[in-house]
């Protein structure tokens, strides 16, 4: 069993070797650097990207606290990398941090820079008490719950954990927003795909969305909706605001809870279910979808598109896929070729990962990546360089 995995991995590698040498025939000689960018001349006409205005930018919210401060750069490395509209990053960090997330975010590339702007937040939770809600499950993770109180002006937001990574274009999670109905206002994806061996379906002491309850280390939020929107609980008859429902909340459940904010937002939807949109796994691709044998059909099918590193896999070697993963887009040097510095090298270290489930299928890690830089490649050689100019 392990040398034929060893060598359909063997044959992937190859495959993609060809598919390299073949864009780099493609491109031949002609593939300078983009020339760096300049003001627009008086009635000159300016890209898309450059005139898109505020509103129509990518909102991406993270909180970071403790040690998180490598792992929340190389998140948003990702989501620089792999996207095409301008991204506003929403930064959620200790006093402590903020001139090291200011320094760093500062010292990439213009090229990379011109792509997002970023504002760092405070601390800070508007009901309650502020040292009960930091220390509930990870540092500050609870900040979240505050979001749509905090980030008024922000019709709509994407959140994710530090331990996330973008494997395609931040653009393609936000078009999920448009598949929202009338009363839809948020979107994550199943806790598990089998309810049967799930953490809540067999532990939970408290409601739970679902047959399996939903993980919210990615989620999508109509912020606009969920500041106007009144929930059902089960603490008062009559529906209660966002703000208002949540200390409440907690004050009740707080001794059946385990896992936090996440636990609380399971209750919300479990009161609310109409108001939540259930994306698949593939938008939130943790171990438990591989370890065990490979359960999210989705991913199979389209890739993984969000990797989402919990249990502190980046940082151990229990599985050495994701760590590969997450090395290879941290110590990738911004100005290199994605495929010769990123691709290439990611799929010799998946040689390494084959004697674990997880690294048995390295296809379904690799598949959106290589579409991202193949659709990339082709967009600069045929567009930059010119179709004309090929051979």
Known sequence: MKLRSKAAALLLLALAA??????????????????????ARPGEL?????????????????????????ETLVMLKS???????????????????????????????????KKFEHRIYPITFSVGNPQEWKKLFKPCAAQRLFLPVIL??????????????????????WKLLRHFNATQLAAMAPEHEIP????????????????AGVNSGVMLMNLTRIRSAQFKNSIIPTGLAWEDMLYPLYQKYKNAIT???????????YF???????????????????????NCKEAEREGVSVLHGNRGVYHDDKQPTFKALYEAIRDFPFQDNLFQSMYYPLQL??????????????????????KTMKRAYEKHVIIQVGPNQMH
């Open 349 to 370: 270290k998946f040689l390494e990962t084959v004697h674990t489930l997880c690294g048995r299928i390295p296809q379904v890690f690799l598949k959106q990546i290589e």
């Open 152 to 173: 008024k002006d922000v019709d709509s937001l994407l959140y994710v954990d530090t331990d996330v990574l973008f494997l395609r274009p931040v653009d393609d999670i």
């Open 18 to 39: 060809l598919l390299l040498a073949l864009l780099s025939l493609r491109a031949g000689r002609a593939e300078p650097p983009a020339p760096p960018a300049r003001p």
């Open 259 to 269: 896992w936090g904010d996440q636990d609380l937002l399971n209750i919300i939807f």
């Open 196 to 211: 049967k061996i799930g953490w809540y379906s067999r532990f939970a002491r408290h409601p739970f969305y679902g047959s």
């Open 46 to 70: 300016r890209s898309f990207q450059d005139v898109l205005p505020p509103e129509l930018w990518i909102h991406l919210a993270v909180v970071a606290c403790g040690n998180r401060l490598e």
């Open 272 to 294: 609310n279910p109409e108001c939540l949109y259930v994306f698949p796994c593939q938008w939130n691709y943790r171990p438990d979808h591989c370890m065990y044998g490979s």
């Open 79 to 113: 989501a620089i990398l792999f996207s095409h509209r301008k991204i506003q990053f929403h930064i959620f960090t200790e006093d402590s941090l903020k001139p090291e997330f200011d320094k760093q975010l500062r010292q990439w590339p213009d090229s990379y820079t």
